[in-house]
Nanobody, 118 residues
Framework: QVQLVESGGGLTQPGGSLRLSCAAS????????MRWYRQAPGKEREFVAQ????????TYANSVKGRFTASRDNAKNTVALQMNSLKPEDTAVYYC???????????WGQGTQVTVSS
């Protein structure tokens, strides 16, 4: 049974930091690209970051570049998203996503809420 379980969301003030984690199970983790997406109220889900299968290449959305750092641990089947200098516009539900390089297998977590507000 495939599972992606996010944790670490919460409420923080502008300029604050949060660290999200995602624990994966039920599939060969190292064979999958791992991504973070987010969805703000009333908006479409948007890409945040991708870590390649063995972590050698990470890409970010322009809106988070320089503030967010994505990482993966293939030994522990986990990924993380360190979010610094948070802004109110970062408020969203954040989702962990796994997709194989062929693009024919994809899994989603249930999401974790991040709220940035004073």
């Amino acid at each position: 049974q495939v599972q992606l379980v996010e944790s670490g969301g919460g409420l923080t003030q502008p300029g604050g930091s949060l660290r999200l984690s995602c624990a994966a199970s039920g599939f060969t983790f190292s064979n999958f690209h791992m991504r973070w997406y987010r969805q703000a109220p009333g908006k479409e889900r948007e890409f945040v970051a991708q870590m390649s299968t063995f972590g050698g290449y990470t890409t970010y959305a322009n809106s988070v570049k320089g503030r967010f750092t994505a990482s993966r641990d293939n030994a522990k089947n986990t990924v993380a998203l360190q979010m610094n200098s948070l802004k109110p516009e970062d408020t969203a539900v954040y989702y962990c996503n796994a997709v194989n390089p062929q693009g024919d297998a994809q899994y989603w977590g249930q999401g974790t809420q991040v709220t940035v507000s004073s």
